[in-house]
DNA sequence: AGAAAAATGAAAATATTTTTCATTATGAAA
DNA sequence: TTTCATAATGAAAAATATTTTCATTTTTCT
């Protein structure tokens, strides 16, 4: 884990009473940053200049300068939970919510499998059709990825009302793709449709950031985006962001691979849209 | 991801050329360490201490030392240009979003008045009822924040098609707020829309991505997202990433600006919509 | 071209780290 | 218990490193 640690507490045998005293402040402080100054930390270990760095050297380093930038090298993501509080501005409220969002992209980079991500996007790639459905916050979602499939040259449909999802996935057939879109994972409906299609024999692939929830066991692939809930509300407005951006590479990824598409595809876009502009701004 | 490269290159633009040769060589050596000390970097760069440090006040560091011991900790992350080119597996695309994603928050935090977002949540939380309007991508941002802003207790609709858009606004009166989204800033129908509620003395606010657009001049007041299109293509995913952020940020705001809700709001939404759910698991 | 503003770097002022060295503590042998 | 050699320690001096100041240069705008 933290190799600095371990390396004082292998060679703490060896030192001596003031020395100790460096070692065990930076023992039962694993995760701080060390203290500006060689001064501030001997004040705080009851210690002295000269001791820090003899310490410093008996670990291996040129000095105390040098521990302390490897020190910061060792220090593990420390996790800053953007806490909002009732007296933050709008602006503030801003800030760490980019920051919450970075984490949890971070985290989704880890808790998504690779090959699965490939898997989903050469399915929705080789699909006749393919259809998005979610519910609440998942609909926007599902929304958002027929658009942009759409536009990436698949024919892609999102549906964000039970029933016109139970009708969309009772004409769809094989060679077709069903995405169901949840957090939780636990929609009744969409669950439903879920295992209604997979019955049929059409493929079916879900996003969600709930491990082990039922709707993947009617999934033949499996999505898995950041599952670290946030404690702020049940807005869990990261996890939201975190589904888009794998939309995102998905079709991102479905542009590229479309060589026919990829040439024209900006501009023809552009020039769909064009008569519905005020004038030339891109969009 | 080497946040302090990406910061670097975001704020390139701003240095002076001094200032911009300590920036090339931090980009061109991203796996190294720091030299030991600023004048050793001066010298490498062709530049002076100060500049130097001023170089790190500008990332946000309370100068050289505290940048050295950064860049210590950030070491061992390679930086990924967001550039995607198509040999990428679609896992590293979603790296490269990620990573645009992030640029794209800093962006916009650069980019938005903070009086601005707000005076635009001010408005909102003592509208009597607010409509949200948006086309194509824009549509699900609305949708989204629509969502949002009525789990947070806020009378909000969103319509994704033109015709319930005019029908929409033909029935708003004063003391309504309409919000209109669009990147371009220049989608007919929006902006219309937009022109016909400000004649009927109903407050409005944009939410754009382009600076001098014809919404703005609607607009009683204007959230400027991310101004700079990503190069990749007319997918603009990531500004459309911003413009969720700052709505995101807008409805915490409204949640915990209503003191009335803010206790019960995680768990009455909770509630309501468990009869929903398969099993307990939480949205 | 000329004035005002911004950027820059040399050098002074601080701050930090390292070294030196006198003092104190430790422990083995008498 | 005392003595002496050795190791450990910390105060202060010396060496480095960083930050600030300010005069000069460069850029920008008129």
Redesign the interface.
Known sequence: MNKIILKAQLLYGDMGKSEKKVADWLISHPGD?LP?SISELAELCESSESTIVRFARRLGFSGY?EL???V??E?EKKVVLPT???N????E???K??ND??LS??R??RT?A?EN??A??NLIAGARKTVLIG???S???A??AA??FL??GYEAYSYGDTHMQMIATSRMKEGDVLVGVS???????I?EAMRFAKSRGISTICITG?DR??IMKQSDIVLLTDTE?TK??????SS??SR???I??????L??RNEAN?GD??NE??NS?KS????D???
Do not use: W
Request: net charge negative.
């Open positions: 940053n500006m300068a302390k930038i490897s910061a090298g220090q909002i509080d009732e933050d501005s709008c602006f409220i801003l800030g919510i980019c969002a970075y992209f971070e989704t980079k998504i690779p991500i490939a989903a996007a519910l609440g916050s609909a926007s979602v929304q958002d658009n942009k536009r990436a957090q939780s994972g636990a929609s009744k409906d669950v709930t929830s039922p809930e702020h509300s049940s807005l869990a407005l939201h962001l888009l951006v794998v995102d590479s998905l079709c991102y990824y542009v590229y990829r595809f900006e876009n552009q849209l519905k502009r005020v004038n701004a891109n969009e």
